[in-house]
Nanobody
């Protein structure tokens, strides 16, 4: 059973940066597609970025050029570097892990709050 723990959230001013981390235990992340999702108050959870087992990345349009997802298999950790943050990026951010051939995420973390406000 893989357990995921996010960290790195907080309060930041518009234009600022944060780096989120997702640390795994109970299994190796190297065999999983990893994704970051977010959920703003009153809205559905939405996908933000993903990284495949071979390091390929994809992003939702609204974060392209500002967010970067990466993985360090040796540390069993996935990161989301968020730059030029906007108020609309405010949400609880979750990391998830799924098998390469799965459509649904098998494991989720508890989430970390990101608030972008002046």
């Amino acid at each position: 059973q893989v357990q995921l723990v996010e960290s790195g959230g907080g309060l930041v001013q518009p234009g600022g940066s944060l780096r989120l981390s997702c640390a795994a235990s109970g299994g190796s992340l190297s065999s999983y597609v990893m994704g970051w999702h977010r959920q703003a108050p009153g809205k559905q959870r939405e996908w933000v970025a993903r990284i495949t087992t071979d390091g390929s990345t994809n992003y939702r349009d609204s974060v392209k050029g500002r967010f970067t997802i990466s993985r360090d298999n040796a540390k069993n950790t996935v990161y989301l570097q968020m730059n030029t943050l906007k108020p609309e990026d405010t949400a609880v951010y979750y990391c998830g892990a799924r098998g390469a051939s799965s459509r649904d995420y098998d494991y989720w973390g508890q989430g970390t709050q990101v608030t972008v406000s002046s």
